[in-house]
């Protein structure tokens, strides 16, 4: 199995505990999942950005 990086992971977890929150129609929980996997993700890519640059 390949090895994902964690921001991927984080966001594809957040956009599966979205669809749930959405098929039991608590559609406000869905769109702070998803906007709060995305800022994680965005934190976390940034961050391996500047781990790639302190090398």
Same mark, same amino acid.
């Given at each position: ?16 505990? %979205?669809?749930? %929150? ?18 994680? %993700? ?5 961050? *391996?950005? *500047? ?5």
């Amino acid at each position: 199995m390949e090895n994902f990086p964690k921001y991927y992971t984080r966001l594809f977890n957040g956009i599966t505990d %979205a669809l749930k %929150a959405m098929e039991e129609q608590n559609y406000i929980k869905a769109q702070d999942i998803l906007i709060r996997a995305q800022q994680d %993700a965005e934190e976390m890519y940034l961050d *391996d950005g *500047d781990d790639e640059e302190t090398e």
